[in-house]
């Protein structure tokens, strides 16, 4: 177990852990949470002996192991399965123990010790956690130095994962990941056999992983048995609680100031005059929670709303110089559209939304973007690319350069840096505020297309709501990549998978695609029981599976229905326009135009409605 004993650290003036105390018990896994800067990877640095608190103790029991993943990614020649490998310190010092060892006695104990520890099960082991990472067979045989940084971290996150520490500490470790790579994690999370300790800000994750959240806030720490939702709900319902105490001892406080205030001159009533006063003095101020300003984000709409489709594809192919990435592409995207797009790193999602951006121009096939369109992209490696020496005030006034200073620092104010943010310097902001701060300038004229790649890591949980709130509001229509499952429940209503050098609609929601994941294209179904063999309770519960299993069948076919009806609607307003007088006369280049766009239309109503009559035929067989 984990045991913090009155630990307090100053980060010079502020106190960021205030004489904590708590005791995490073996095999907890458990979630840190609480605002950005409030101290969380302070902690972490002092669990690691980075940094020496100011009073207090902490540790965990003797011959205990605590691992993290380091910051620095991993690199040079030596390949990725046995970067992992090499992490099992003893084992790597056995193995080369028993190549060259004489002693029998000493043989048989270095043989029965790598028995113990699996030693020789190691590659498999190590090889399944790469793959559930997104490294192939090939990629695990080439060195570290070959992939990028984010790729890399990965390799380290696998050796932590192998090597299963007594107590493993993670902070974000879905940041460098695809949803994909998220799903599979959680997945192992939830069997890693010993204690976990970890930091995030994605809900979904705490929820399904954690069974225990440890709560950091102005200094002190506190510990809710349950996932993140349990510690949302107690401390919602601590927080009323604490408000009606506060609001029942003002009321008394109230009448003792009262009575007071009406005797203290009477000398009648001078000595219960002066026992009001004592109860007063004695009544103290009632500790509730302090009222955190909530976070806000403003992504402004477009000022004119364009005809659909706004881009249209058909059979699109692309890529770079003479390797096509994605081919036969025939998408449709309308003004109002909400895409989330899945598939793992590297499968092409980046090289599609530069080409919807107008970035990349097809190799063959034909794509047809509205001439007016303004086009907003967010990625989190430009956060990398700003200049430590400029201000938001800088960036926002580069956007204006004929404003007025009032309406400068009015728009900086909007976007979340007013007087007292404002002029501070890019390389004191947080990561959580210069994602904050690239998510504005990024939709700062009010785009027709917001493209969001990742745009939640180094977000608090307000945030993230805050984003999801934003996004809610906004006019546009919107593309996302996320790893993040809140964002795209709550934000696409169509998810697209990019794989195997093609885009096509997953004919599902997201609960599908992890089950699909987690289940590594595996199907349950596929081994039907035999007839007779159930009892009567087995029957039961087979037809309350059954029961069950029909709610995302007809959530599904709500879907296909709305994606339908959208598709019809935008079918009526180009019959509209075709029956303008002279079109075909005066404009034959739009009218040819809008001759296609009404095939391309056609076919996907057909296409969704084959869709929608398929899961139809589940239900009823259901």
Not at 537 to 557: M, Q, S, T, V, Y
Not at 577 to 596: E, N
Request: a neutral charge.
């Amino acid at each position: 177990m984990l045991t913090l004993n009155e630990l307090t650290y100053r980060l010079g003036p502020r106190l960021l852990i205030d004489n904590a105390s708590i005791v995490l018990p073996n095999g907890a896994r458990c979630g840190l949470v609480g605002r950005n800067g409030c101290g969380k990877s302070t902690l972490f640095r002092l669990l690691l002996g980075e940094i020496a608190a100011e009073s207090g103790t902490f540790g965990l029991p003797r011959g205990a192991k605590m691992g993290h993943v380091a910051q620095e990614a991993p690199g040079g020649p030596i390949n990725l399965l046995d970067y992992v490998l090499a992490a099992d310190t003893e084992r790597t010092a056995l193995l080369h123990e028993a190549e060259t060892a004489t002693d029998a006695t000493r043989i048989a104990d270095i043989q029965t010790r790598l028995y113990d520890i699996g030693a020789h099960a190691a590659p498999a082991r190590a090889a399944a956690i790469l793959a559930g990472l997104g490294f192939s067979a090939e990629d695990q045989a080439r060195p570290c130095s070959d992939f990028s940084g984010g790729w890399r971290m990965r390799v380290a996150l696998a050796a932590m994962l192998f090597l299963e520490p007594d107590m493993l500490l993670l902070d974000e470790p879905t940041n460098y990941l695809d949803i994909e790579g998220a799903i599979w994690l959680k997945s192992h999370l939830k069997r890693y056999p010993n204690t976990l300790l970890i930091v995030s800000h994605d809900k979904d994750f705490l929820n399904e992983v954690c069974d225990n959240i440890l709560h950091l806030d102005r200094g002190k720490m506190t510990l809710y048995r349950g996932n993140y939702a349990t510690f949302a709900k107690e401390r919602a319902e601590k927080q009323m609680q604490l408000e009606k105490e506060a609001g029942k001892v003002e009321a008394q406080r109230e009448h003792l100031r009262a009575f007071i205030d009406r005797f203290k001159a009477k000398a009648s009533k001078a000595k219960q005059a002066q026992s009001r006063v004592k109860q007063l003095e004695k009544l103290g101020p009632v500790v509730t929670f302090a009222h955190e300003e909530s976070a806000k984000l403003y992504l402004p709409s477009p000022e004119k709303e364009l005809a659909p489709p706004i881009v249209s594809m058909d059979k699109a192919s692309i890529g770079y110089g003479d390797r096509t990435v994605l081919r036969g592409l025939d998408l449709f995207i309308s003004n109002d559209d909400r895409i989330g797009l899945l598939g793992q790193n590297g499968n092409g999602k980046s090289t599609l939304v530069k080409f919807i951006a107008g970035r990349l121009e097809p190799q063959s096939g034909s794509v047809v973007r509205s001439a007016k369109m303004k086009v907003a992209y967010f990625a989190q490696h430009q956060l990398d690319e700003l200049s430590e020496n400029d201000t938001p005030y800088i960036l926002v006034r580069r956007k204006m350069p004929q404003a007025g200073e009032a309406q400068v620092r009015s728009k900086a104010a909007q976007l979340g840096f007013g007087a007292d943010k404002a002029e501070t310097q890019i390389a004191k902001l947080s990561g959580g505020e210069k994602a904050r701060l690239l998510l504005g300038l990024a939709a700062f004229d009010g785009p027709h297309l917001l493209i969001l790649d990742e745009p939640t890591n180094h977000l608090d949980i307000p945030m993230r709501e805050a984003l999801v709130e934003a996004l809610a509001e906004y006019k546009g229509a919107v593309i996302i990549v996320s790893h993040d499952r809140a964002i795209l429940d709550a934000s696409c209503d169509r998810l697209l998978l990019v794989a195997d050098g093609q885009v096509k609609t997953f004919d599902g929601d997201l609960d599908d695609y992890e089950a699909l994941i987690v289940s590594g294209r595996s199907s349950s179904d596929d081994t039907p029981r035999e007839a007779g063999k159930n009892s009567t309770a087995e029957n039961r519960a087979a037809k309350a599976e059954r029961r069950a299993n029909l709610k995302p069948l007809k959530d599904k076919a709500g879907l296909l229905e709305a994606q339908i009806e959208k598709y019809q609607t935008l079918l009526g307003r180009i019959d509209i326009a075709l029956t303008a007088p002279d079109i075909f006369s005066k404009y034959p280049a739009k009218a040819a135009q809008l001759t296609k766009d009404r095939a391309n239309l056609v076919k996907h109503i057909e296409q969704t409605e084959e869709l929608w009559l398929g899961v139809m035929a589940e239900i009823e067989a259901g």
